[in-house]
């Protein structure tokens, strides 16, 4: 297999397949790239497929900023049963026929699930409850009921309507804040209906402005084709903050990790230096007038 270099630093974005979770995703890249340096971010259940952002190296540093944008979803809701966790994964706890639920009711609650909303996550999250991962919870057999949380859905739109029996699938697209649950989403608009919902399918297109169309597949583990190129992390920065330009001095003080008298274009920016590199990512102090470091790359 050719491998690329194991100290490159950068990002992958990738068309996660169905089955694997996010963390396996994260294990085939690694024995694909030679480092165990490797995070990603915006987890994806194993039903679920599209767009994962992966980090190698240095860039795994940048994760947990590049999470936070907002996203887009296609999606798949099945009206008339409720699930364990609320998608296909989990045992249905109950079925209601839908069939007499007419078109101006499903767009009636849909519209009271778009904007801003106050969302309680599924129980079988990766929220953690008193040190614990709230789904690890569920699997011991505990009752767990997390607090709703504020969110944004600003697009939910019925793609397609299907009629099948006692059920209805809807085809959909959500495009959401950070820390919305499209399976919440389902769950909620089903309840409201009064006929149960969950998530029969999930493929994730966008998160900010990191697209499906240059998601790349991930070779097999045995395959022999090589490994695919990293985003350098100076175009990582440029799709996902406002750039500075620093020059030698300035960069000199970033590696040590000092404030800098910069007037920033945001509330977080990537610094690149005269090599074109990123090698900090600094969000202005209103306290002392001046620029503090977020992370530093290098």
């Not at 936070?68 to 296909?88: C, E, N, P, Q, V």
């Not at 504020?150 to 699938?169: C, K, N, Q, Y």
């Not at 190129?229 to 990582?236: I, N, S």
């Amino acid at each position: 297999m050719n491998r690329l270099d194991n100290t490159a630093s950068g990002l992958l974005i990738v068309d996660k397949p169905a089955g694997l979770t996010s963390q396996q995703v994260v294990g085939r890249c690694r024995h694909l790239l030679g480092t165990r340096k490797v995070g990603h971010a915006g987890t994806l259940d194993p039903m679920a497929t599209g767009v994962l952002i992966v980090g190698v190296n240095r860039a795994t540093r940048l994760l947990g900023h590049l999470a936070m944008h907002d996203k887009r979803y296609l999606a798949t809701i099945r009206l008339g049963a409720s699930t364990t966790t609320d998608d296909a994964e989990g045992e249905v706890v109950a079925q209601t026929d839908a069939s007499g639920v007419e078109d101006e009711q499903v767009n009636a609650g849909i519209a009271g699930l778009t904007g801003q909303i106050d969302q309680v996550p599924s129980s079988v999250s990766a929220i953690k409850v008193n040190g614990q991962r709230a789904y690890a919870l569920v699997r011991k057999g505990q009752d767990v009921t997390l607090a709703a949380r504020r969110v944004t859905v600003s697009d939910f739109t019925v793609l397609a309507t299907r009629r099948e029996g006692p059920f209805i699938d809807l085809d959909v697209t959500v495009e959401c804040t950070s820390g919305t649950y499209v399976r919440a989403l389902a769950r909620d608009l089903g309840a409201g209906l009064g006929v149960g919902g969950h998530l029969t399918a999930l493929r994730r297109t966008r998160i900010g402005r990191y697209l499906i169309d240059d998601a790349v597949q991930l070779p097999d583990r045995d395959s022999d084709q090589p490994a695919p190129p990293l985003m350098p992390m100076a175009r990582a920065a440029e799709l996902s903050f406002p750039v500075v330009h620093i020059d030698a001095a300035q960069r000199q003080a970033v590696g040590y990790g000092k404030p800098l008298d910069l007037v920033l274009p945001g509330p977080l920016a990537g610094l690149v230096d005269e090599q074109g590199e990123l090698v900090a990512l600094y969000r202005p102090d209103e306290r002392v007038g001046r620029a503090r470091p977020a992370a530093v790359l290098i």
